[in-house]
């Protein structure tokens, strides 16, 4: 299908709805008396999202620069200055985290440390995305309706239970009260953007209003695109986009401290794709990707202060998740799906100290989460062994404490407990057996953290983690290519992982002038992964075995300055990978990647300029063979950027990526990314 053809919307339409946004926004621009502009810049307001965003990756609210532990957060007004439109623009918020799968979004897979598949738990609005199957995306979102994403790197199954090795990644959308300005009933974000190279199109439209007790919040983005060119001028096939996706919530609050929500999601995608998206060729096919989530949450806070036994979160969730597929011009169809049902429960219980007291904090934080994935695969509407009908049911109970200590001491450690059940409900029917298996895993964490200096805290830690079998790969069965066939095995063992990391967290003030401030992290890690899962493929048969004990190390580094007449930050990340067993690299390890903004800021009228530099180094260290994945040349890539901001509401992005029009592509795939492109973005805020 083309990509630039719509279920709800003709081409046209949407060429009209996004020339007739862009076209009121401008006007909005013109109207808006600019030497006149107070507020703050675009770097300003990302400034502002990290001293607003409080850490809840590790389900306690905590200001950034304060947590023992990688925790990397953007906040809406980063989002829109990058104008990030897919996973793996969310993900590199963070200098650990990106996606694999290649540029192509249907095959974007989110992978922090080398570690993806699977290996970091990601949850949007309390809710788990599970889905694990090759060649496909994990996580189907639309950047334009998030207003928060946090990622948090290296182990956290003490928290969150299995999947979390890599580490954990929180996505929120925007409620009332991001939308809503102070003062006021009503509120509202409109906005419309356009690339040159794939003529991408986007349109999208949140309201939401207060009454009393009760608000809600309503969303709605369309986007579309055709296939890019990479940086040779050669089409890229299969990357064009047509999605669409919304939002609608509502809450109520009520007696003293209690809150009630509903909320659904829900995101749609119709194009033509590969069969195995993630690679640079393969069998044509119509895939169309839909998945609704329901949300109802419940929150209890009778004493909103700094102290206080309950601090009630829950959030019970339920995602229906559809990927239908068929090849093209042929007859005959596909089905995965996999529904979600699922409970997260926890609450904080904390205590300040007296002026006499040693302590100066404590902090309880327990609870519960269980969930149940049922997964089922079909083609021509009979049973598809490739996604075998089979079932997985997981409870956890996890408890973490932390203390304060003499104004620089911050102690923490927690456990969890998780049980998982899995069963297939084909067992047999091939002439293969598939038995039912039970996991019973303990996580563990610890933690210490000591203030340096005003501003700047040192901590190391100490955590494991575990993944369990997925069941695609405990069930599998059928044809994988010709004369080739899927071999299940139940005898899988879950991966479990252990991880030390020391760092240093910056959140300063006044270094150089008043007003300016430095923010920041450095830190180093060394990760072993036992029974590390991967495919083994042989001549006549393809099957899941715990192959090696995998060894990740590295250094991630992420600092900002800003100051009253610019703005600069810098990331980095080198990781090294090795299978400890056969002594070869791991093939999943990104390349080491040093990335450089600097902007120059305009007061009169509100403006950034500024360029972004991103190197990143030839990745060689691969393991070789048959089936392994190739070496990838360095590249280096500069983009320039203008950001233009309005006290009356009225946004301007405009980016030149890719300057010089390089032709590269990411470690992991052979898929190139786009060439040069241009790219504007509007956005009005009432």
């Known amino acids: 299908m083309d990509g630039n053809k719509a279920c709800g919307l003709t081409l046209q339409a949407q060429e009209r709805l996004t020339k007739t946004t862009l076209g009121a926004l401008i006007g909005l621009v013109v109207a808006s008396e600019v030497t006149g502009a107070e507020g703050g810049s675009a770097a300003e307001r990302d400034s502002a999202d990290l001293e607003t965003i409080n850490v809840v990756a590790g389900r306690t609210d905590q200001p950034p620069g304060s947590t023992a532990a990688s925790v990397d957060q953007a906040g809406r007004g980063e989002l829109a200055r990058r104008q990030i439109d897919d996973l793996r623009g969310v993900l590199e918020t963070s200098p650990g985290a990106t996606a694999d799968g290649g540029p192509r979004q249907v095959a974007m897979t989110p992978s922090i440390r080398g570690l993806g598949e699977g290996r970091v738990a990601v949850r949007v609005d309390g809710a788990r995305q599970n889905l694990n199957l090759r060649h496909r995306g994990q996580t189907f979102i639309e950047p334009g309706l998030l207003e928060e994403v946090q990622v948090l790197s290296g182990p956290a199954s003490t928290l969150y239970g299995s999947g979390a090795i890599g580490g954990v990644v929180n996505m929120r959308t925007p409620d009332a009260a ?48 055709g296939d890019f060119e990479d940086g040779d001028g050669n089409e890229v096939p299969y990357t064009d986009v047509d999605t669409r996706a919304g939002l609608a919530r509502g809450r109520w609050q009520f007696g003293h401290g209690h809150e009630l929500a509903l909320g659904y999601m829900g995101y749609e995608d119709e194009t033509s794709s590969l069969r195995t998206a993630d690679q640079l060729d393969g069998t044509e096919i119509e895939r169309r990707t839909r ?33 239908d597929e068929a090849a093209s011009g042929a007859e005959g169809s596909e089905r995965n799906a996999l529904d979600t049902l699922g409970l997260d429960a926890y609450n904080r219980s904390r205590w300040h100290g007296g002026e006499e007291a040693v302590w100066d904090r404590q902090e309880l934080i327990y609870g519960i989460e269980a969930y149940r994935d049922r997964q089922v695969g079909e083609e021509d509407d009979q049973p598809r062994l490739g996604f075998a009908d089979s079932q997985q049911d997981t409870i956890g109970g996890f408890a973490h404490y932390s203390v304060a200590l003499m104004q620089r001491w911050e102690l923490g450690a927690g456990a969890r407990l998780d049980v998982i059940e899995q069963e297939a409900q084909l067992n047999g029917e091939d002439g293969v057996d598939r038995p039912d298996v039970r996991y019973e895993e303990w996580s563990s964490q610890a933690s210490i953290a000591y203030r340096l200096t005003e501003g700047a805290t040192a901590y190391a830690s100490y955590a494991e983690a575990f993944r369990a079998p997925a069941l695609r790969e405990l069930y599998i069965g059928g044809e994988h290519f010709p004369g080739n066939r899927y071999i299940p095995n139940p005898g899988l063992r879950p991966e479990e992982a252990r991880s030390r990391e020391a760092g240093v967290r910056l959140q300063r003030r006044g270094q150089v002038v008043a007003g300016d401030r430095l923010t920041g992290r450095l830190s180093g890690f060394h990760t ?61 390890i990104p390349a080491d990647t040093l990335r450089i903004e600097a902007a120059r800021r305009w007061h009169q009228p509100q403006l950034d300029t500024g360029f972004e530099v991103t190197v990143a180094s030839s990745q060689d260290r691969v393991p070789g063979g048959e089936h392994g994945t190739s070496a990838t040349p360095g590249y280096e890539r500069f983009d320039l950027f203008v950001s233009w901001y309005s006290a009356y509401g009225v946004e301007l992005d405009a980016r030149l990526d890719n300057v010089g029009n390089t032709s590269y592509r990411r470690h992991g795939t052979e898929v190139p990314e786009r060439g040069r492109n241009f790219r504007v973005s509007m956005r009005y805020h009432f």
């Open 528 to 588: 072993v992964v036992e029974d590390y899962i991967d495919q083994v493929v042989t001549d006549t048969q393809t099957r899941f075995e715990n192959v090696s004990q995998a060894r990740i190390q590295g250094v991630e580094i992420k600092l900002r300055y800003d100051h009253p007449r610019f703005w600069t930050q810098a990331t980095a990340r080198v990781l090294r990978g090795d299978d400890r067993e056969a002594g070869d690299p791991l093939e999943t």
């Open 178 to 225: 991001d939308i809503v300005s102070p003062g006021r009933n009503v509120g509202g974000r409109v906005n419309a953007g356009y690339d040159s190279n794939g003529q991408q199109r986007v349109a999208g439209l949140v309201l939401a209003q207060k009454q009393g007790s009760t608000d809600w919040t309503a969303g709605y983005v369309r986007r579309s695109a």
């Open 291 to 323: 998945q609704d989530t329901v949300t109802l949450s419940y929150n209890y806070q009778p004493d909103p202060g700094e102290s206080g036994l309950w601090d009630l979160r829950s959030t019970f969730y339920y995602s229906d998740l559809r990927l």
